[in-house]
């Protein structure tokens, strides 16, 4: 490896994206943050990767499941409740999680620290609907579970059951 090569420097080339520690759009929703550090406009739209820190005891989306993309979930730190179907799996760090499409999925953080997990999105489609949620609340709307749904809804994405 050249000592070129092993520089921090921001890389020239206009084609390559490069997203520093603290950079990339935030996204609040409730206790969870997230930072989009690929939107999928640097990927002809086939891949989208967040950073998200979900605090204590935060829950997560209704069960749903995506019609038109995969999603991966790797987990930085702290520990995070998938449930899949009927099935809990608490993912520590360290850990990746695979979501195919139709697979009935979500996820919580049940513990007392806050969990850090990086999600993909293959491809970008789902990274608008967090923009969506951030708009209900920026407009003063609560963020329920219909909430949720609807903005599903439009990003092909379906709640795994009937609404309650």
Do not use: C, W
């Amino acid at each position: 490896m050249t000592d070129e090569a092993r520089t921090s420097e921001p890389l020239a080339d206009p084609a390559v994206l490069v997203v520093g520690p603290g950079e990339g759009e935030t996204i609040v929703l409730g206790t969870t943050r997230m930072r989009v550090l690929e939107d999928g406009s640097h990927t002809g739209h086939r891949l989208a990767i967040a950073q998200s820190v979900l605090a204590p005891h935060t829950q997560g989306p209704p069960q749903h499941r995506h019609a038109q993309h995969d999603e991966g979930f790797y987990i930085l730190s702290g520990t995070v409740r998938f449930t899949v179907g009927d099935k809990d799996y608490d993912a520590t760090t360290g850990t990746l999680v695979m979501v195919p499409p139709g697979t009935p999925h979500t996820f919580a953080n049940p513990a007392d620290q806050p969990a850090v997990m990086l999600s993909t999105f293959t491809p970008d489609l789902y990274v608008q609907y967090f923009r969506d949620l951030q708009e209900v609340l920026a407009d003063g709307r609560p963020l329920t579970r219909q909430a949720n749904i609807d903005a599903m809804s439009r990003y092909a994405t379906d709640p795994a059951a009937d609404p309650a």
